[in-house]
Structure formats: structure tokens, C-alpha cells
């Protein structure tokens, strides 16, 4: 993952959408706040824990994600075929 910005997690998973208000439960749940610390700081000291950590994908998402991916090379064929008809 190269985005370093914070992701919050909602019912659809990882969100860019940052909530209108930090709470320190949010700040302790999601960053391990501890006493003492600003959310900045937590913020900060959870993204350098986390630098070059990567968790492998498990063999459901695995197949959700090829399944995603031929539906897409699908679509985009079936796409294609259609615009090279319209340009005839």
C-alpha cells in the first residue's frame, strides 16, 4: 500500500473518508493511542510500525480478486468489440 494518509475502517472496509470528529476510543482502537500521546503522534508512530509490513491475501480474497479481475477483462473486451462496431 503506497498511500501513507490514515484509513478508517467501515462496514466496506478501508475508507479515505476521515470522520468529522476523532475519538479517543477511534484513536485507541485503530492507531493504539497511548496516554500521553497526541492522535497526530499515534498516527505518526503506527505508520512507521507498520512501513513494509504486508499481509498476504488468504485464498478467499484471493479468488474474489481473479474473479473481479475476469469479470473486468470481460467487460472491457465486450467494450472494445462494441466501440470498434460503432466506428465502422
Known amino acids: 500500500m503506497t498511500n501513507q ?3 478508517f475502517l467501515d462496514d466496506e ?7 468529522a470528529f476523532i475519538s479517543t476510543t477511534n484513536a ?3 492507531y493504539g493511542l ?4 497526541t492522535v497526530a503522534q499515534a498516527i505518526t508512530r503506527h505508520q512507521a510500525e507498520q512501513a513494509g ?3 498476504p491475501l488468504t485464498t478467499d480474497e ?3 480478486l481473479r474473479q473481479d479481475m475476469a469479470e473486468a ?7 472494445l468489440a462494441r466501440r470498434r462496431a460503432m466506428n465502422k
Open 13 to 19: 472496509g478501508p475508507s479515505a473518508d476521515l470522520p
Open 73 to 79: 477483462s470481460a467487460w472491457m473486451r465486450a467494450e
Open 28 to 30: 485507541r482502537e485503530l
Open 62 to 64: 484471493r479468488a474474489e
Open 34 to 37: 497511548r496516554p500521553g500521546e
Open 5 to 7: 494518509e490514515p484509513a
Open 53 to 55: 509490513k504486508v499481509r
